[in-house]
């Protein structure tokens, strides 16, 4: 059985950081592209970055230059790095997995049980 568990949520004033982890059982992560979403209240789930299994990456506008996404492949993890945080990137994140890259934009294989970023002041 499949699957991902998030970690590394929580509250964080503007401008600061945190570092969500996600690791997997009963998968490889060497053989499988990854990304993190995420969801704010009211709002739909949208991909904030994605990594391959060649390590390439791609992010979304919102977050360029400010998040960086990361894997470790020997751990099955994957890291979602985030700086300069705004009230706007509070959601509940979720990292996801996908045998293709297009499976994991369109509809990913699997799902962790997401983690909840607050960023307030």
């Known amino acids: 059985q499949v699957q991902l568990v998030e970690s590394g949520g929580g509250f964080v004033q503007p401008g600061g950081s945190l570092t969500l982890s996600c690791t997997g059982s009963?998968?490889?992560?060497?053989?499988?592209?990854l990304g993190w979403y995420r969801q704010a209240l009211g709002k739909q789930r949208e991909l904030v970055a994605s990594?391959?299994?060649?390590?390439?990456?791609n992010y979304a506008d919102s977050v360029k230059g400010r998040f960086t996404i990361s894997r470790d492949n020997a751990k099955n993890t994957v890291y979602l790095q985030m700086y300069r945080l705004k009230p706007e990137d509070t959601a509940v994140y979720y990292c996801?997995?996908?045998?293709?890259?297009?499976?994991?934009?369109?509809?990913?294989?699997?799902w962790g049980q997401g983690t909840q970023v607050t960023v307030s002041s």
């Open positions: 009963g998968i490889f992560f060497s053989v499988v592209h």
């Open positions: 996801a997995s996908g045998q293709y890259p297009t499976t994991l934009v369109i509809k990913p294989d699997y």
């Open positions: 990594i391959t299994t060649d390590h390439s990456t």
